[in-house]
């Protein structure tokens, strides 16, 4: 059975960058598809980028021109490059490969969050 895991996530200034990768493992798989799947806090599920049967590549037109999608076949890994962010790119990402019946195995997810403020610091004054 296909395993995939994120990294990458983190929090990031607007117009910054992140690359997110998404490890694959568990045997030697043929995909109908590869993709990033995005989900934002009150929304639904939407597709990102896919690469598809024979490496044909989309995007979703809100990250057209900003995403790139790339698959190392021979590291088993996908990547995306995310770069000039927005506010609006904030959700959980999910890396996830497609079968005969759609999208059938997904990443944990990892969350990107694109905010001017950081994240803040906990103080506390002990008597």
């Known amino acids: 059975q296909v395993r995939l895991a994120e990294s990458g996530g983190g929090l990031v200034q607007p117009g910054g960058s992140l690359t997110l990768s998404c490890t694959i493992s568990g045997g030697i798989f043929t995909f109908l598809a590869m993709g990033w799947h995005r989900q934002a806090p009150g929304k639904e599920r939407e597709l990102v980028a896919e690469?598809?049967?024979?490496?044909?590549?989309t995007y979703a037109d809100s990250v057209k021109g900003r995403f790139t999608i790339v698959r190392d076949h021979d590291k088993d890994m996908l990547y995306l490059h995310m770069n000039n962010l927005t506010p609006d790119d904030t959700a959980v990402y999910y890396c996830?490969?497609?079968?005969?019946?759609?999208?059938?195995?997904w990443g944990q997810g990892t969350q990107v969050t694109v905010d001017s403020w950081g994240q803040g610091t906990q103080v506390t004054v002990a008597t």
């Open positions: 996830a490969t497609a079968g005969h019946l759609g999208y059938d195995s």
């Open positions: 690469i598809g049967y024979r490496e044909r590549i």
